[in-house]
């Protein structure tokens, strides 16, 4: 079983950043994919960046240059750090892993973008 909690979303301005966190407990490994997707009102959820050991990262178009996706092993946390939001990356925002096949939500952490 595997638990992931987000944390750090909040309402920004436009231009503003934004670092998110998912904290992982449980049966986690360190090359256990790991991702961030997000979901506005009206859309389907939609990947944003994701991360594999050993591999680039990989990100949506609409947040290349713009987002950051790391991982803290020793910390079992990912994290997403957003800069020069825009009101379009406003959404709840999930973590998400990938563990022996098995997918894991978190909760979701709302980011909201004022222009």
């Known amino acids: 079983q595997v638990q992931l909690v987000e944390s750090g979303g909040g309402l920004v301005q436009a231009g503003e950043s934004l670092r998110l966190s998912c904290a992982a407990s449980?049966?986690?490994?360190?090359?256990?994919?790991m991702g961030w997707y997000r979901q506005a009102p009206g859309k389907q959820r939609e990947l944003v960046a994701s991360?594999?050991?050993?591999?680039?990262?990989n990100y949506a178009d609409s947040v290349k240059g713009r987002f950051t996706i790391s991982r803290d092993n020793a910390k079992n946390t990912v994290y997403l750090q957003m800069n020069s939001l825009k009101p379009e990356d406003t959404a709840v925002y999930y973590c998400?892993?990938?563990?022996?096949?098995?997918?894991?939500w978190g909760q979701g952490t709302q980011v909201t973008v004022s222009s």
């Open positions: 998400n892993a990938k563990v022996l096949g098995s997918y894991y």
């Open positions: 991360i594999t050991s050993g591999r680039s990262p």
């Open positions: 449980g049966s986690i490994f360190s090359n256990s994919a």
